[in-house]
């Protein structure tokens, strides 16, 4: 049988008939708290206990339904807290890409076409159920990710509504992004996410790509694959179109294959500078539309007139935040020299109180880190920083006997052609450069390959303006660090890489102007 688009969606329950058909989420006794946009910072903080409800093993999210892997394989994730396996997951290969790259173009023919206002109701209902579910995704990204609950809670599960909630904003005002253009859906979107931020880059990818009306194949990463496949059934509640959006776990190469196949006539990767050159490459004689949000080694900048206490809490959220693991860290610390023994001084004081062990419990300000492999990585950057000549200093703390654990680690005397000062480490290692005058600061600034973050701590107006014109870096920073916000778009420069994600400049990068 052949229906209309109107018909079609008029097939679907409205929001109000699912509500009615579920069970009350919650009772008179714990109202369910109102998240409305903008408030989620305020929304009531989950209990820890809460279960995560995770299942022992998880399929392919492919139009609409849990599918087995054609491979019939799966892959084991790991809790990093403990070293436990947590749950199975299906091992996507390049034939589960293409079933699900063809139901996304088959849900394209309609959800295309669909009003923006219709759209916007899907979007809306998505970050409603994920505001209902918040504590049990907080646990369970906790659990895959290793990284504190405190964040989970207050940052990583809340933003990720946000974003459904401010890209659902935008479905029905589509004429308002490019004033005097229209924009028009691209069709099927190929994403690959990577681990710091699992459900995180998974609302920053699909809420924009959604509200232009595209359809969505997306690979997560392969240690932290959990919430994803959770978000699955979120979809489903929400009676999101079997096919608009699909989720194939596994491995690099399930992503390769998601790049490169034709079907993606746009691709959007958040990873690693180096996987983002070898899909560049490997996608070079195509007309894909590219997004690319790579690596980063920001400089978090401390002048002598700025409010040093604030300053030193500044640099600790800036680079131990989720243990470093964040593409805009500020894993270099350029300080000021009047200034240097002082800051560096009240840093290592605020170090020795900073709690190390289980993410779960909510006292923990330094979790787990992701992987065995990616704490080896940061480990051999502590050596090599030694060999090089740096001083490395970590306070004294005992961690836990099993799971990935790191004290926080900071490098002096360290000098601009040291690897811990050139490379991206990913962890929580913090190298401490000094500088004499503004233009020394902004020249080691940008002497790096990367342009994606920077913060500048100073008293005054003139000198953020003056850093913030000349600083490369997709986002500056003043007299705070590591902020984010659906409406702000957020991106790179240089090996940092290109196009936008979040605010109006993000959905451009979503949609064609016509
Ligand atoms: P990664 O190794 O580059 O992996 C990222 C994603 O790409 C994963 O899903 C990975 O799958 C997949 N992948 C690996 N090889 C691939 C290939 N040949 N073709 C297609 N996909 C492939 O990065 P990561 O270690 O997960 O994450 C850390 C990096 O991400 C850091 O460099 C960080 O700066 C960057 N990052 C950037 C931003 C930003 O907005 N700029 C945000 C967050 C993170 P597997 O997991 O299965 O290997
Ligand atoms: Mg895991």
Same mark, same amino acid.
């Given at each position: 049988m052949v229906i209309s688009v109107h018909q079609w969606f008029k097939t679907m329950p409205t929001l109000a008939e699912k509500k009615t058909a579920r069970p009350a989420p919650r009772t008179a006794a714990r109202p369910r708290p109102e998240l409305i946009?903008?408030?989620?910072?305020e929304f009531d903080p989950a209990p820890?206990?809460?279960?995560?409800?995770?299942?022992p093993r998880y399929d392919l999210f492919i139009g609409g339904r849990m599918v087995a892997p054609t491979s019939g394989r799966y892959f084991d994730s790991i809790n990093p807290a403990n070293e436990q396996k947590l749950t199975e997951l299906a091992l996507g290969n390049a034939t589960d890409v293409d079933l699900a790259c063809q139901a996304a173009s088959r849900a394209f023919e309609k959800w295309g076409k669909l009003p923006g206002k219709e759209r916007g109701k899907y979007i809306y209902r998505i970050a409603r159920l994920l505001q209902d579910r918040a504590r049990e995704f907080a646990v369970a990204e906790t659990r895959d990710n290793g990284k504190p609950i405190r964040e989970t809670r207050d940052f990583d599960v809340p933003m990720a509504a946000a974003h459904f909630f401010y890209h659902a904003g935008w479905a029905d005002k589509l004429?308002?992004? &490019?004033?005097g253009r229209r924009l028009a859906p691209l069709g099927v979107v190929g994403q690959v996410i990577p681990w710091n931020f699992p459900l995180l880059m998974l609302s920053w990818k699909i809420a924009p790509a959604l509200a232009a009306g595209n359809c969505v194949v997306i690979k997560p990463a392969t240690n932290t694959p959990l919430t994803a496949v959770k978000l699955a059934e979120i979809f489903q509640d929400a009676d999101l179109p079997p096919g608009v959006v699909n989720i194939v776990t596994g491995s690099g190469s399930t992503g390769g294959a998601l790049m490169a196949?034709? &079907?993606?006539?746009k691709i959007a990767f958040t990873g690693s500078t180096e996987v983002g050159k070898v899909i560049m490459r490997s996608v070079a004689d195509t007309d894909k539309k590219m997004t690319m949000e790579l690596g980063g080694k920001a400089a978090n900048i401390v002048f002598d007139d700025a409010p040093i206490d604030q300053a030193v809490e500044g640099i600790v959220n800036g680079i131990f935040f989720n243990q470093g693991q964040?593409?805009?860290?500020?894993?270099r610390l350029l300080v000021h020299e009047p200034v240097a023994e002082k800051v560096v001084s009240k840093l290592k004081n605020r170090l020795r109180v900073l709690r190390v062990g289980d993410p779960l419990d909510k006292n923990t300000d330094v979790g787990a880190i992701v992987s065995r492999d990616q704490l080896d990585t940061v480990k051999g950057y502590l050596d090599s920083g030694v060999q090089e000549g740096a001083e490395m200093w970590q306070p004294s703390c005992r961690l836990p006997a099993k799971g990935f654990y790191l004290p926080p680690t900071i490098f002096t005397g360290v000098t601009q052609s040291h690897r811990i000062a050139r490379e991206e480490i990913f962890g929580p290692v913090l190298s401490i450069i000094t500088f004499r005058t503004v233009d020394e600061a902004i020249e080691k600034a940008n002497n790096t390959a990367y342009g994606l973050s920077a913060g500048v701590w100073t008293d005054k107006g003139s000198r953020i303006l003056k850093m913030s014109t000349e600083l490369k870096a997709g986002v500056v920073w003043a007299n705070t660090f590591n902020k984010f916000d659906p409406t702000s778009p957020f991106g790179g420069y240089k090996e940092s890489g290109f196009g936008r994600e979040g605010g109006r400049q993000g959905l451009l990068d979503y949609a064609k102007l016509v």
């Open positions: 946009f903008g408030d989620f910072w820890e206990t809460a279960d995560p409800k995770i299942k004429d308002y992004v &490019a004033p196949h034709p &079907a993606t006539v964040v593409c805009c860290a500020g894993s």
